[in-house]
């Protein structure tokens, strides 16, 4: 089994992939940039693909939302998440007055923008297409530091010049395996569905989709809008949902959003990486939503039901 | 083929009764009130009985509401509506000031309660178990005069002293023919299902119940409350809806109000007898509410992709 | 001050407006029907009058319904509950072979109409305009025997010839005092305010109503329909809710219902005669819900920085 | 007046801000970013601001929206929106071989991704602060080529090399005019509102923001997450809505999320720069939407309503 990431080694994406049972006794191939990766899971060039979605600080990974829709499809099979550190590094002996250029991912640029503000203020940024190729720039001497992972520094033979320097402490990145479309990893009980979704637009059709989940008890975990290249003021909706597409009420949600869509692309169903809570949360038993989601049992006696009535039975 | 109906002959009923082709060729047997009626097609004495549900100035008839919920359960095969025209009538040479007592059915006093409270103040009223009877009764002299349909006057030998005597002209009633459960009538395009339903007592549960109903873009036709015999501020509700219960939409909504509902009683799908629009209504398309009722066409594309996805197949 | 109610003395009527704190010192003019009740109201003979509107085994009380959206306006302004329990009573004597005829009023008749069936198969039922009427046509030797609160034997001199005769037991009526418009009652905490409601009849009107009252936090305790007179296939929606019209998101939720309907009347708020409960109810906090309904505190204080937003002001 | 934009001269943003009235006569003060100039308005060194906010191809700009929920509070006061052109530009004489470095700011290489991969494979991309400052960098040799609107060319004595390169044609970018708080322009019938609003994060709660919307007929024309700095998992929503704060419906509206949110913050009412259609949009008079939105009138009636009604007049 071949599994791209977006490379080279030691970015926070080759960390969280090594999370991953599927990354035991697999190929790792580095590719540069998130298009790569999902271009490369296209093509059949690995049987999948690694690349990070979302992050505490910076929000969606727009790249990835966007190459998520195109043609042919992918799915989502696996997902994790790591804390992200991010350090100024530079070829040791490095000093601070000297450095006049600094390179790094765009969003190791957007998370530590204030620090390199106060800190490095005449320096150029240059945006590197991962944090670890900014690192072995700056082994390179293409640029006179980075901002990466503290393994990147390791890696190149950097000198860590600073340590943890974003401007919000704590962020996190979710990170995705991709496949080409199969079956979908068993339910656990905890588990995402992922959709992409463009309605006609008119007022209230996004409420409309929210409610065909809502009545269903499904709870709606992140909401992300992106423009529909080339098609003013219309929106791919990309929504994140707890269950399972093999769960009946999930099921049921994905048909009815199928029927109401201009277009309704799955990208599948899969563990999630947030703890599970010990608690049912509050608010569910609402006078929209369902009583809860009901399980695979309870549409088993509907349909029971339903078919006695149907076929005229006593009931 | 036996079809009871609400006697005695020349009722509104058996009128109702007679405009539908299950009549022709059946032998019509009269019986004292609505109760007997679902009890003679409960216990199989009759093979189906025809009720008034439903009178556009009196509301609904709560024996028959109240009957359609009790065990073992009924279905509605069939609805006509008629005009229904009220007459005082008596033995030939009555006076008005001769009359001291004047009897018909509940719905009868009730729709003529102003015209006799004017015209007869001084008569005392009795309740008769139809206006058929009541007429029979003034026939047989125990009272003086009756409320009822011209035909009763003509059945029974009665003259006609007041025509059309109905505080509000045009009262239409709505008439049911009830089975023991079988295979409903075949949809036609213009049907109505009819449904009774309890749900626990908590704020919002109805809103859950109609949401459930819009979002699949049922149209709800009537709702009324019901208490629940022996508990204390619960209702039935009862239910009509616009669709069959072969429609997919109506299927899904059913079983969702199944999962939902404490107890849900299906009573039955049927033609609508009220005129079909020749336009769809206004409203449909809204947020909520699905974009007018999806087809079998429609849901059958929505579970063949849905069972792509879940197999894993290209979507 | 003058309170009407329906008559004659010793109706349940009367029993439950001897409860209320108005009738103390009150000059109690029985009137005969709940229509005179009213009308008398309307007319200024009376200041104030009480009759049935709810029964928990008969259900709504038609006549009061359709008579509260009559013009000019009535409003609630009290309300009470008590339990019914009627007796079979006739003259010192009487046997059960010797009645040939019982009368009572509808919702007495209806409430014993099984007990009747199976001890009094043959005699002739009467309907009267009340059970203490029906007592005082048995003391007058009128009819047999008359179906009636058990204080209507003590004061028509009849004998308790069976006791508890309903076919459900712990029926519970409720009963309203209505007057003229005129500012209502101060809120209690545990109010009920009660509105009658038409709307054009297309799809989902009663979903768009029940959502105005649900999005501000409101508890529909209630609904009924009714016919409205001469127009087909239209209803007037009875409503009760939680709340008072002077909270503001009663009066929100009035003032968007006014907007939205082709009538909307108000019927009085005043404080609940059912207990209120240990603790609020379950669903509260839903999706479409508001989380509780906002306090008058939390309406200051919202409106409060609408005022500053929209004169510009730091928020 | 100084306005402040993102500069510095010739970049997109300059040549929105021209065509905006409030641009005439005004000191027009190019900084360097976009949070340069949301901290000069803040600081009040600038009296306005004006940043690009979304794009059809890119979408959000995530530093301007996360710039807008910082304090001390801001507000829109106009927006404009303008095609964008990208062209590959470099000092005079300049051949696609020699180009090994190439910048532009963040939105160009993201717009210009395709191109420059099959065009400029082996160049190095360099992110600036702005399309114009890549073209002042070209234009002092810093990098071979700069990725900018035509003006920049022109202003920098550059050679446009490829004219239209964006990978998706058509693209639109629309630009805000920032201000303190303060009255907002008048209404003209065809505004925005734009809204950011947390929430505790619970199941449905987006879905009750949107009811609370689409309950009193205002469209919501965009929906944006953020992720809430420092909060996992919690998201600020920027809502664009149709309307102004001036309008019953939406000073209702926002008093209502207001009492619903963790945190609300206005961020303006303006006239739109799309046009207004010529017909109102279908869906509206849905269930759960208003009958379209109700207008001052309506509401003063529905207000003067409710005052008779509090105060027990006649209705």
């Excluded at 765009?106 to 944090?131: D, F, K, M, Y």
């Excluded at 599970?276 to 006078?287: E, H, L, Q, R, T």
């Amino acid at each position: 089994m071949r599994i791209g990431f977006l490379g080279p080694h030691a970015t926070f994406t080759e960390q969280a992939l090594l999370t991953l049972p599927e990354s035991r006794g697999a190929e790792l191939v580095p590719l540069p940039g998130a298009p790569a990766v999902l271009a490369a899971v296209r093509d059949g060039s690995v049987d999948a693909g690694c690349v990070p979605i979302e992050n505490t600080v910076e929000g969606a990974v727009p790249p990835v939302l966007d190459g998520l829709v195109a043609d042919p499809p992918l799915v989502i099979a696996r997902e994790a998440r790591i804390a992200v550190r991010f350090c100024l590094m530079g070829r040791p002996g490095t000093t601070g007055d000297a450095i006049r250029s600094v390179a790094s991912h765009g969003h190791g640029i957007a998370q530590t923008r204030g620090w390199l503000a106060e800190h490095l203020p005449a320096a150029e940024v240059r945006v590197s297409s991962s944090t670890a190729e900014a690192a072995a720039q700056a082994a390179r001497g293409e640029v006179d530091a980075a901002v990466a992972a503290p393994l990147a520094a390791t890696q190149h033979g950097l000198e860590v010049l600073a340590d943890d320097i974003a401007d919000n402490a704590g962020a996190v990145t979710r990170f995705v395996l991709l496949t080409r479309p199969g079956p979908p990893p068993a339910p656990t009980g905890w588990d995402r569905t992922t959709l992409a979704a463009t309605t006609t637009n008119r007022p209230g059709t996004l409420l409309g989709l929210l409610t065909e989940i809502a009545v269903r008890g499904i709870d709606l975990t992140r909401i992300e809008s992106r423009p529909v290249k080339g098609r003013h003021a219309e929106y791919w909706f990309h929504l994140d949902c707890s269950g399972h597409v093999a769960d009946p009420a999930m099921g049921e949600a994905l048909a009815a959003l199928h029927r109401r869509c201009d277009r309704l692309i799955y990208l599948g169903s899969f563990p999630r990486s947030d703890p599970a809570p010990d608690a049912p949360a509050a608010g569910v038993g609402s006078p929209v939503a369902a009583l809860g989601v009901a399980t695979a049992d309870d549409y088993a006696a509907s349909e029971r039901w339903l078919a006695a009535v149907r076929r005229g039975a006593d009931t």
